[in-house]
């Protein structure tokens, strides 16, 4: 019987799987000689894994630090979870209207705005249709393991579209019926970079913080950047390729992370005008100095010729992407 992961459980493989390795740690877990002591903490944020490394000389404030890191986390979790019904995302979904919805719901759709017109259209938060569509068709008993009919994605395409979804500080609604959102592949480069914000508003620096996405607070403690690991998307074990981060994010998408078939012709990652899975890459990673932009683009850049990627680095900020086509090498390209 063919099997398909729910969304939390795709999200936390595609947290791990199509993620990043960290670097450059001794066996002790300590920087070098003399530095602020390292104090980690690992668990789950928006259902993908998640994870802080915390450099501070007080180990009761560095706890003081985490704690007050991960309530924020739940607390925006409550804004853009889709799986706690009474999230404020769910509640715009179920509705298609939200009045006086959080700020942070809507400088997040301003931001998702952006990035579609400079992506072309491919970033698209409405593409939540297609994702009920093809995990309603492979999750059936005895599914057509040749995917959805035509007629059925042009459904779902008709209930999608940036355009349609009207916002300001007072509401949000959906000009279409049956739209619905997905801020998957955007809200954990926001709520990482929210944590990031809190952590040097209180005076923390040379700090990882990754709440399914990567940011770095400065450099490596010891005086580098940070150093993380493009892994293979062939071989769970493997790296790619190693990249320098100095006070800058970097998020990676790939459709290998959750795909509905066994011959994986069919993922997760959703072409907004055709309806059809990204295929043209086994992984995408970017960098930016957000993980708000770097996780978004990464979706986007799974779409998109890497021809086009340098000029929308530079229009967004983003400085760096790594495009893994599959035949598994590594192709570097960097804003104009």
């Not at 006086?100 to 017109?117: N, T």
């Not at 093809?134 to 008993?141: C, D, L, N």
């Not at 900020?317 to 598994?328: N, Q, S």
Request: one cysteine or more; hydrophobic letters at 45%.
């Amino acid at each position: 019987m063919n099997r398909i992961h729910s969304r939390r459980r795709f999200i936390r493989i595609a947290g791990a799987a199509a993620g990043i390795a960290l670097m450059g740690l001794g066996d002790s877990g300590r920087p070098a000689s003399g530095s602020p002591l390292l104090h980690r903490w690992q668990g789950i944020a928006l259902g993908a894994d998640a994870s802080l490394q915390l450099y501070h000389p007080d180990a009761a404030e560095a706890a003081r630090l985490i704690d007050d890191s991960l309530a924020e986390v739940r607390r925006l979790e409550r804004i853009f979870s889709l799986y706690d019904q009474n999230s404020a995302l769910c509640r715009l979904n179920r509705a298609g209207q939200l009045a006086d919805p959080p700020q942070e719901l809507v400088e997040l759709l301003a931001v998702c705005g952006r990035i579609h017109r400079a992506t072309g259209g491919a970033f698209d938060a409405t593409v939540q249709q297609p994702w009920d569509l093809y995990a309603g068709r492979f999750g059936a008993p005895c599914a057509d393991l040749a995917g959805p009919s035509s007629v059925a994605i042009g459904h779902a395409l008709a209930r999608q579209g940036v355009e349609a979804v009207a916002f300001d500080p007072e509401r949000i609604r959906f000009l279409r019926p049956g739209m619905a959102l997905t801020l998957n592949g955007i809200a954990q480069g926001y709520i990482t970079d929210r944590v990031a914000e809190l952590l040097r508003a209180r005076g923390v620096v040379h700090t990882l913080v990754d709440m399914g996405e990567t940011r770095a607070l400065d450099g490596h403690p010891a005086g580098r950047p940070w150093s993380v690991g493009l892994k293979d998307p062939r071989d769970q074990n493997g790296l790619l390729q190693q990249v320098a981060l100095d006070d800058q994010a970097i998020a990676t998408s790939g459709g290998y992370g959750t795909q509905f078939d066994a011959a994986g012709r069919f993922n997760h990652i959703f072409n907004p005008a055709t309806g059809g899975c990204a295929t043209r890459y086994l992984s995408v990673s970017v960098v930016a100095p957000s993980a708000t932009v770097a996780d978004a683009l990464s979706t986007a850049f799974s779409l998109m010729p890497m021809d086009r990627a340098a000029g929308v680095l530079t229009e967004t900020g983003a400085t760096d992407a790594y495009f893994v086509p599959p035949d598994g090498s590594v192709i570097h390209r960097r804003a104009v």
